[in-house]
């Protein structure tokens, strides 16, 4: 790698750890109603914590929660989680050409991608910014870690996140990463139609199969002209 | 219900596999090669599809039926401020007052 390289990662990495900071604030409290709610389940705080930093994946976590809370077993629950994850099957397949190293190494930094990771990475053209995705992913995971240590020590104290309202804060979450993309006229009517065909299938497919096929809509790009 | 000590402890670890092949299946099978122009306009196109979706479900759908309620008054709220370039921090704070203080009426 050139110098110049070597600068313009760094600098990226740090733009990264910038623009990640209010997502981790945000993931800390998602992560400590994590921490409450795996508690509530029956998680030792031990197995809570270990699940936020070895999953690192809050929809898939929070699916396997609800699955085992109404009584499901382990198929049903880890079913359950993977269809969440199943969009970054999606967003896997985006970024892979823009990942270099061999395939233990993508693999590797495949790992590090989070949803506003991705989609701060993403630089509008196809392409992602590798260290601005690593940076960004940093300072989530760290608080991510924090977040469900503190639910999952003193959720008791906390009482019953339902009744506080922190169900809200999952898809405000989601909601500011729409926003920016919705800045752009042109994502708007793709936009539409994922969250409209995402909702039509919801009273007939699991959860998390609504948000894999919506990614369908973005076929739209293959008729429509180059811009 | 209840699964014993031990069973959660295969769900986390299983949960864990599953998730790290899940994200390392694309950068595997298809990292290190060109884009081809039709891949780019498609991917261009899935994040706004993808995070609406994600959105849309979060906010409107309990399990397998469609839901209104207490977080989708502070939801939109929030969407209001973040629109107008509004801290998500303090978007996030409104949308739990807003969803708890209703609740609690």
Known sequence: ?227 | MTLSHNEIWVLILGCAALTMAIKAAGPVLLGGRELPSWFTRVVVLMAPTLLCALVVTSVFASGRSWSVGAQTVGVAVAAVMLWRRMSLVLAVLVAVVITAGLRAL
């Open chain 1, 1 to 227: 790698m050139t110098e110049g390289a070597d600068d313009g990662a760094r600098t990226a990495f740090r733009r990264g750890l910038r623009l990640g900071i209010p997502f981790a604030v945000v993931g800390f409290l998602l992560s400590l109603s994590f921490g409450v709610l795996a508690r509530q389940a029956g998680f030792s705080t031990t197995q809570a914590i270990v699940t936020a930093v070895i999953v690192f994946a809050g929809s898939a976590q929070f699916a396997m929660l609800s699955v085992i809370t109404v009584g499901g077993g382990i198929p049903a629950a880890l079913t359950a989680a993977s269809l969440m994850n199943s969009r970054f099957l999606a967003m896997g397949v985006a970024l892979a050409p823009s990942l270099p190293g061999g395939p233990l190494k993508r693999a590797a930094q495949g790992q590090t991608v989070v949803d506003a990771s991705w989609a701060l990475a993403n630089r509008g053209d196809g392409t992602f910014d590798r260290w601005l995705l690593f940076g960004t992913t940093l300072p989530q995971y760290v608080s991510w870690t924090l977040g469900c240590v503190v639910g999952a020590v003193f959720g008791d104290a906390l009482g019953d996140t339902h009744r506080l309202g922190l169900d809200a804060i999952y898809p405000v979450f989601f909601l500011s990463l729409l926003i920016a993309e919705l800045r752009d006229p042109a994502s708007r009517w793709v936009a539409a139609g994922g969250g409209l065909l995402a909702l039509a299938l919801v009273p007939i497919a699991p959860p998390g199969v609504p948000i894999l096929a919506a990614s369908a809509v973005a076929l739209f790009g293959l008729v429509r002209k180059p811009s």
